[in-house]
């Protein structure tokens, strides 16, 4: 990837914005296109392979968000990366329902151009820290000290305590969804700490489900899948008091939405589930299959992996699952095994 001539279409920026692109990547490979239009026809003359295109947005124009609307249409949005004025959150919220794979704020665009280029191009997601908190309409840090780790670490410990089958499945599964969260987002796009929390904390819940279904070792019935089926729910509802970061919430809530829609608790599809917890979901069965359990033997660190991508536009986010391909075959994690547990995806 970083030996490739990166290909990259420029739309609405001027000469200045060209230049500035061509200065931030001056030490690597890059060439730059500007379109007549934004149409299939004009991005079809440039050639099929785009890394990135870099769409300058400006809030002053009758319709900001019209070119991200045809770059959806040609299916080219996860390959977006969006360069917006600072206060336009009009623009924010209409690019995060798109679904581009980056959003910089024109004040912070200098100083992350090239990593916010190279990391859409590598299939990541980029949005600077405040654009991010543009999009969600809120503050996105609001983990104050080291209070919220404390509580995050004694419940994610009760839980320990009552399903005798996680067994350390709360610290793995977060160590290995912190790693590829450090790839799929901007270090710093979300604190480290905020994403520890929501990963160690994703299946709180199930302190509210009964140990007779927590412990069954397989074979629950129809009526005793619900039921545990509504541990993130309850989840959502143990840490609600806490004011632990919207992203804690997120993971705790729909770390079991699949990409296609036929997850829950909300079946939402696509972009709509949240970023971290799309990331935690490939964690997440990563750690089951590689667990032992009482009625399977786990499977290898490499299979588990192929798994993901085998059902990567169904289940898994097909990017993330590429990316995890990517950066876990190419390194590979040892196999950590642990006590089975009853958390079948
Ligand atoms: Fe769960």
């Known amino acids: 990837m970083d030996d490739k001539t990166l290909r990259l279409v420029l739309i609405g920026g001027d000469s200045a914005a060209w230049l500035e692109i ?7 490979s890059s060439q730059i296109f500007v379109p007549r239009d934004v149409s299939p026809s004009a991005l079809g003359e440039i050639g099929s392979e785009i890394d990135v295109v870099i769409v300058i947005t400006s809030p002053s124009e009758p319709d900001p968000c019209s070119p991200l609307r045809m770059i959806r249409a040609i299916g080219l949005q996860r390959r977006t990366l969006v360069i917006a ?26 100083e992350h151009l090239a990593t916010s280029i190279v990391h859409v191009a590598r299939g990541g997601v980029f949005y600077d820290a405040p654009a991010a908190a543009v999009v969600h309409g809120r503050s996105i840090d609001p983990l104050a000290g080291g209070g919220h780790m404390g509580a995050a670490r004694a419940l994610a410990a009760a839980l320990e305590l009552k399903d005798t089958y996680t067994g350390g499945h709360a610290e793995r599964v977060t160590a290995l969804a912190i790693k590829l969260a450090r790839v799929a987002l901007l270090p710093g796009a979300l604190p480290s700490e905020s994403l520890e929390a929501a990963f160690l904390l994703h299946d709180v819940g199930k302190i509210g489900i009964p140990e ?14 619900r039921v545990l089926n509504t541990h993130p729910i309850l989840g959502e509802r143990i840490i609600a008091p806490l004011g632990f970061p919207d992203v804690v919430s997120q993971v705790v809530r729909h770390h079991h939405e699949r990409w296609d ?31 032992i359990r009482p009625y399977r033997r786990p499977v290898s660190f490499e299979t588990a992996v192929r798994e993901v991508i085998r059902y990567s536009g169904s289940h898994f986010d097909p990017q ?11 390194t590979p994690v040892p196999v950590l095994e642990g006590p089975p547990r009853t958390d079948d995806l």
């Open 261 to 291: 829609g036929s997850g829950y608790p909300d079946a939402l599809t696509g972009t709509e589930i949240p970023a971290a917890a799309r990331i935690f979901s490939i964690a997440d069965v990563i750690d089951a299959m590689t667990s």
């Open 212 to 225: 007779s279904i927590l412990n069954k070792p397989a074979g629950l019935t129809d009526t005793e899948r």
């Open 85 to 110: 004025d600072a206060d336009d959150q009009r623009t924010a919220a209409e690019a995060l329902d798109i679904g581009v794979a980056g959003y910089v704020r024109r004040s912070a665009a200098t």
């Open 320 to 330: 993330l699952a590429a990316l995890a391909q990517e950066i876990f075959l190419d």
């Open 22 to 28: 061509s200065e931030a990547l001056a030490d690597r």
